[in-house]
């Protein structure tokens, strides 16, 4: 694995805009210079394999993702508990060689300490948005799901390098700012 020489870890609940913001900020950066890892492709790809699930609707924001969200939360547990830095290894051993990498999608302790354990040039960012600006982005409790590890394990998390709202154009564009001056 070619490591690149900054890793971006972006933490935040569902629908905080975390995905948007990662979009957003390799737009700006260049493909040419970075590229983000999603921790949840090889997740969601092997779970596609051993449960002969679309991986392309798995891999969209819609229905179809969230009618199989619990089983592949607690398929995915069962294989973390045997080896924590799975997933986190099969992301980056896929991932382009880049300057930069933009995690888009830590959600364990697990998650940060595998990261810290194998890669150098870290920085810690957690994006935050009001639970009314969630809803109105289409974020529905799930027993199951918002109040599970996967959803929850950040919670207490007190390390982040930069803590970041997203609850309007402003934020959003002050968090870019804030990002990009962080790297540079």
Not at 55 to 75: A, C
Not at 148 to 154: K, M, R
Not at 161 to 179: F, G
Request: with cysteine.
């Amino acid at each position: 694995m070619e490591k690149p020489q900054h890793i971006l870890l972006f933490s935040g609940k569902r629908k905080s805009g975390k995905d948007f913001i990662c979009e957003k900020l390799k737009s700006i950066i260049g493909e040419d210079n970075c590229c983000i890892v999603r921790i949840s492709g090889p997740l969601k790809q092997l779970f596609a394999e051993n449960h002969n699930l679309q991986i392309n609707e798995l891999m969209s924001d819609g229905p179809y993702k969230e009618q199989h969200r619990l089983n592949m939360i607690t398929w995915s547990d069962e294989i973390r508990k045997k080896d924590p830095g799975y997933f986190c290894r099969a992301a980056c051993k896929s991932a382009a060689a880049k300057k930069l990498w933009i995690v888009s999608d830590i959600r364990r302790k697990t998650d940060i300490k595998w990261f810290k354990e194998n890669c150098s040039n870290l920085k810690l960012i957690r994006i935050t948005a009001a639970l009314t600006i969630r809803k109105e982005r289409g974020w529905i409790f799930t027993a199951g799901v918002d109040d599970a590890e996967s959803e929850c394990d950040l919670d207490d998390f007190g390390s982040w390098d930069i803590e970041l709202a997203n609850n309007n154009r402003e934020e959003y564009e002050n968090a870019i700012r804030a990002i990009l001056k962080l790297i540079s």
